[in-house]
């Protein structure tokens, strides 16, 4: 038997049991990808993460959801970097890459208020259609058709994961929306293993721009992820491309599609009594997508293996 020491912190947020949860295993190295997976599905958090070694970059990071490993995860990744820098793991380094099975990504620190934040950078944005049905789609989250805006395109994205990104007409459907996750594969015919993002313009909080929630993939083994860091990074590079760059910064341009760089302010986690804030920075022409966040030191605990 063997005892493996797990840190839990909550992300994109500063406020303990509020934003996203991750499990962080920091002595690693010596674990299997089959005991990984042992300890994430016992932690029960939508993801925890494993730092090791790399030859690649600064360091190397796996995610895993209680049921598969995933490319790539913004909340795991920020509060990995978040135990690693305050716990002196890092020294006094400002920006080091990462290697995720997403690409070799930048990290850079900064301190606002004497708060710790971690920008880091996203894979290269991609889309792809949906072709399935819109009805059915509703239907698996608990909404009726009327309640999906077909003004924006319903599509895949992912910068590093990807989602079903879908445009709600108003903030009232996401205290309406449940998820029956088993019904998303045969929804999501071209991507069955995707999850399901949807989002709307309107918020809560007066500073935000976008409202989300992130109901999980039937393969992963959790219902929804409260704060996604990832979902959030690709909800911008969609901004950019489909709804006009109106964010706030410089440079943004006269038309849809048109924006050069801007920032948005992501709300989600609301519903479900876990609110956080994810930063998306935007920039070249909607192709370089960064998202900035915070954590916060829980509580830690072992698991048997």
């Known amino acids: 038997m063997q ?7 909550d992300a994109f947020s500063s406020i303990p049991n ?25 932690v029960g958090f939508n993801e925890t993460a494993f730092p090791l070694k790399s030859n690649l970059a600064d360091l190397r990071i796996r995610y895993f959801t209680p049921g598969h490993e995933i490319n790539l995860c913004g ?5 990995l970097l978040y135990a690693m820098k305050t716990k002196g793991l890092l020294g006094d380094a400002s ?6 099975k997403a690409g070799i990504l930048p990290v850079r620190f900064t301190e606002d208020h004497d708060s710790l934040y971690m920008t880091m950078r996203q894979a290269s944005p991609q889309f792809q259609p949906f072709n399935g049905s819109l009805e059915d789609l509703a239907r698996s989250i608990g909404l009726e ?6 003004t924006l395109p319903t599509m895949y994205g992912s910068t590093g994961t990807w989602t079903l990104l879908v445009p709600v007409t108003s903030l009232d459907a996401f205290t309406r929306m449940v998820p029956d996750n088993q019904r998303f594969a045969e929804v999501l015919k071209e991507m069955p293993r995707s999850s399901i993002h949807p989002f709307c313009l309107e918020t809560y909080d007066s500073e935000a721009h976008m409202h989300a929630r992130h109901f999980s993939s039937p393969f992963s083994g959790t219902t929804e992820d409260p704060v996604t860091g990832t979902a959030s990074g690709v909800m911008g590079a969609y901004y950019s491309r489909y709804i006009g760059g109106q964010g706030q910064g410089q440079g943004q341009g006269q038309g849809q599609g048109q924006a050069s760089s801007f920032e948005l302010l992501i709300e989600q986690g609301l ?6 804030r994810v930063q998306v920075s935007v920039s070249d022409n909607g192709n370089t997508i960064e998202v900035t966040g915070n954590a916060v030191y829980v509580n830690e605990f072992d698991v048997m293996l």
Do not use: C, F
């Open 18 to 42: 509020k934003g996203n949860p991750a499990g962080v295993v920091l002595d690693g190295e010596g674990l299997t990808e089959q005991q990984m997976q042992e300890i994430t599905a016992k």
């Open 95 to 100: 920006e080091l890459t990462i290697e995720t």
């Open 3 to 9: 005892n493996i020491k797990v840190y839990h912190y």
């Open 271 to 276: 519903e479900i009594g876990r609110d956080g």
């Open 75 to 79: 909340h795991g990744t920020m509060a």
């Open 145 to 150: 058709p009327g309640d999906i805006d077909q």
